[in-house]
Nanobody, 124 residues
């Protein structure tokens, strides 16, 4: 079992940038594919980005493609999401997720472990 803890959320103006992180508890971090999801009040949690075991393959939702970059540092057991050109619609609680799969799922149900989330607020 892996425990995940997000950090780095905050308040940023539209057009700005922010990097959030997710630190994992296990030294076998490299055995998990990872993803970022976000949720706003009244809406279901939506897929944002995912990354393969080695970090060589990445996947993005259409709404963030070209603005966000997902990356991982297996030596530091840490997942990152670099967010640029932020919009008010990017506001939400961002969750990292992990799964022991060969390919990174692009849906919530594919992940087994979740962090508690970090709030990102983009002001207009």
């Amino acid at each position: 079992q892996v425990q995940l803890a997000e950090s780095g959320g905050g308040l940023v103006q539209a057009g700005g940038s922010l990097r959030i992180s997710c630190e994992a508890s296990r030294h076998t971090f490299s055995n998990y594919v990872l993803g970022w999801f976000r949720q706003t009040p009244g809406k279901e949690r939506e897929f944002v980005a995912a990354i393969s075991l080695s970090g060589g393959s990445t996947y993005y939702s259409d709404s963030v493609k070209g603005r966000f970059i997902i990356s991982r540092d297996n030596a530091k057991n840490t997942l990152y999401l670099q967010m640029s050109s932020l919009k008010p619609d990017d506001t939400g609680v961002y969750y990292c997720a992990a799964a022991q799969e060969l390919q990174a799922p692009l849906v919530e149900s594919g992940y087994h472990y979740w962090g508690q989330g970090t709030q990102v607020t983009v002001s207009s």
